[in-house]
């Protein structure tokens, strides 16, 4: 009897596959032989001819026993790819999809720009040792001696006319309301007019109060965290500068994100998964308020369209994750509404949305207050991401009106 080599699993895999109506049969065939085997993808065609133990030629069987029947392959082989991490995947819990990496970009974006770009920012952007910066401390300190030896030869030549005092024409370094050479705006700190920031001029030998600030940290507040792909991503991209709490109603799902986080190594500070509906896992007296961003790709399906999802979505994945309601926009318009209480002004708005409602979801921002309300394309060319900036002036309103009470949960 013959062997079954990689070869020969990978041909009758992809041939039995297809037969099922599997639209990506060899992909798929390809997958669960790595799942099965533990060999990454180009070991398949490397080593054509190698065997399969008796138990990995059960786990394919098992695996295509399961793909046969549609059952999505993320859930077969128990995880999946999303930016620069690998996440756990199981069943009852949302699948993370290549479209939902563009949030994380739009987030990430707003990040660098709106809260790393600010003043705060600035203070504890690190200033690199360039290798002239020795020469320009040692340029400044001679300067600067040199200036005092003129001074000093200049009083002792006053003193001998009999010339000395405080009048008007005195040496400046003898006038008692002269401010010694360190004090002077710009002197001995390298910000010559039109050099900018002294911090920068001079490098990291240049001793300011600025190398003591505090590095700005980012607050996102994410609601839905099925597996953590997004806040997992964003605290693994800006290591040590962001803060994550993340909810969902789900127990399976905030199970799951505190697994992925604890095997990719992040800290529980920096990506905080909580059970509960929206924003309610939150502290009203110590939290409300103090989020940078508001990200979340929640239920977004329209009802009507959920009729026509793929056989392996419908039947397989957490309708409770995918329907949004009529139009599509029931869990995006309570987030609206929460989003002026959560957010810091001029916070930020990011959802994931189905593509026929983004036109609809932008009025909701735009009727709210919000501003710099944009939509954002996938990598295939449809509108999916709306982004907008909430104001100081709907983060007033929201405290004035929910003054005695929560937001909409």
Not at 161 to 172: F, L, S, T
Not at 182 to 190: K, S
Not at 349 to 357: G, R
Request: charged fraction near 30%; charge should be negative.
């Amino acid at each position: 009897m013959a062997e079954w080599t990689i070869k020969r699993c990978l041909e009758w895999t992809t041939e039995y596959l297809g037969g099922k109506g599997d639209e990506n049969p060899r992909l798929s065939a390809e997958w669960l032989l790595t799942s099965a085997t533990g060999l990454p993808r180009i070991r398949l065609y490397t080593d054509y001819d190698k065997p399969l133990t008796p138990e990995e030629l059960s786990r394919l069987h098992g695996a295509v026993v399961r793909r046969a029947k549609g059952e999505p392959l993320q859930y077969i082989a128990g995880e999946t790819s999303f930016r620069t991490i690998t996440v756990a995947c199981e069943p009852g819990v949302l699948i993370p999809r290549p479209e939902t990496e563009m949030l994380v970009e739009e987030v990430l974006a707003y990040i660098d720009r709106a809260v790393m770009g600010s003043p705060e920012g600035r203070r504890a952007r690190s200033r690199a040792a360039l290798p002239w910066n020795a020469e320009v401390e040692a340029a400044r300190r001679a300067e600067l001696e040199a200036a005092a030896r003129r001074a000093a030869e200049q009083e002792g030549s006053d003193r001998a006319d009999g010339d000395a005092g405080e009048g008007p024409d005195a040496p400046a370094s003898d006038r008692v309301d002269a401010p010694a050479p360190d004090a002077v705006p710009g002197a001995g700190d390298g910000a010559a007019e039109g050099q900018g920031d002294p911090g920068e001029a001079c490098g990291a030998s240049c001793p300011t109060d600025l190398e003591d600030a505090a590095p700005a940290v980012a607050r996102v507040l994410e609601v839905g965290c099925g597996t953590g792909c997004i806040s997992l991503s964003i605290a693994a991209e800006r290591p040590g500068r962001v803060r994550c709490v993340s909810t969902d109603i789900e127990p399976r799902a905030v199970a799951l994100a505190r697994r992925n986080r604890d095997a990719l190594g992040i800290p529980p500070e920096e990506a905080d998964f909580r059970e509960g509906n929206l924003v309610s896992p939150l502290d009203r007296a110590t939290e409300w308020g103090t989020f940078d961003v508001l990200v979340s790709n929640p239920p977004y399906i329209p009802a009507s369209v959920m009729a026509q999802l793929p056989r392996e979505v419908a039947d397989f994945e957490p309708g409770l994750a995918l329907e949004g309601g009529a139009d599509g926009l029931d869990i995006f318009r309570r987030l609206v509404n929460a989003a002026p209480s959560m957010l810091r002004p001029g916070g930020l708005l990011a959802c994931e949305l189905h593509e026929t409602t983004l036109d609809a979801a932008a009025d909701i921002c735009r009727a709210a207050g919000f501003e710099d309300v944009r939509i954002v394309d996938d990598l295939a060319g449809r509108p999916r991401i709306v982004v907008a900036v909430v104001p100081e002036s709907a983060v007033l309103e929201a405290r004035r009106r929910f003054g005695a009470g929560a937001p909409s949960r």
